[in-house]
């Protein structure tokens, strides 16, 4: 399975500042994904990071507020911009191959904390 | 829309087994996930059901009915190491874009 490398793991950020977060993997893959996980919650779909084109964005989430890159097969970033504390949060990228019988494969994740 | 429900909680002995089920409302889906998720972790996947039926993965084995819109997952022999949360997931088969909808989850404790 693939390797998925996350940066930052961990951050505490103030109010109204932006994060970028990075998501490397160890080989190429056919789609990644961004997904947000309040605590004690469940993983919510942020968007889909497409190569060569913009994201493909959930219902409540903008590209304003969550810019996201994808340069090439094996990178992304999620950018969280101008945080509130209702952003704290934990980020998880995740990849697939494109078989509907492979599974996603998660990286560790970046807490996020705004004060 | 699609909305996967779990029991928020569920409590078992080591050693006993322990069902974990999934009901939900989808207008269609290719396959039931389940993933394994321990404090601070990242989600691990378990285990996939492409058709009705049971799958045995060791320990683990799920379950799938679409004509009863549910699925399970059952753990045996439980070990203190299996109390993490686990989700339930699908790729709706409406969309082409591999993306997975999560159930709310159900955090498992076993105790000695």
């Known amino acids: 399975s693939a390797v998925i490398s996350q940066k930052p793991s961990r951050d505490i950020c103030q109010r109204g500042t932006s994060l970028t977060i990075q998501c490397q993997v160890d080989?190429?893959?056919?789609?990644m994904f961004w997904y947000r996980q309040q605590p004690g919650q469940s993983l919510t779909l942020i968007a889909t990071?497409?190569?060569?084109?913009?994201?493909?964005?959930e219902s409540g989430f903008v590209i304003d507020k969550f810019p996201i890159s994808r340069p090439n097969l094996t990178f992304s970033t999620l950018t969280v911009s101008n945080m509130s504390p209702e952003d704290s949060s934990i980020y998880l990228c995740?990849?697939?191959?494109?078989?509907?019988?492979?599974?996603?494969?998660f990286g560790d994740g970046t807490r996020l904390s705004i004060l | 829309g699609q909305s996967l429900e779990q029991p928020s909680e569920v409590t078992a002995v080591e050693g006993a087994i322990v069902q974990i089920n999934c009901t939900y409302q989808?207008?269609?889906?290719?396959?039931l996930s389940w993933y394994q998720q321990h404090d601070g972790g990242a989600p691990t996947f378990l285990s996939y059901?492409?058709?009705?039926g049971l799958e045995e993965t060791g320990r683990f084995s799920s379950f799938l009915s679409r004509s009863d819109s549910y699925g399970y997952l059952l753990l045996q022999e439980l070990q203190m190491k299996d109390s993490a949360s686990y989700f339930c997931a699908v790729r709706p088969r409406m969309d082409s874009s591999y993306k997975l909808i999560f159930g709310s989850g159900t955090r498992l404790l076993v105790r000695p």
């Open positions: 080989s190429q893959v056919t789609m």
């Open positions: 995740s990849v697939a191959t494109g078989r509907s019988n492979q599974p996603q494969h």
């Open positions: 059901n492409a058709l009705d």
């Open positions: 990071a497409n190569q060569g084109s913009e994201a493909t964005y």
């Open positions: 989808t207008s269609g889906f290719y396959g």
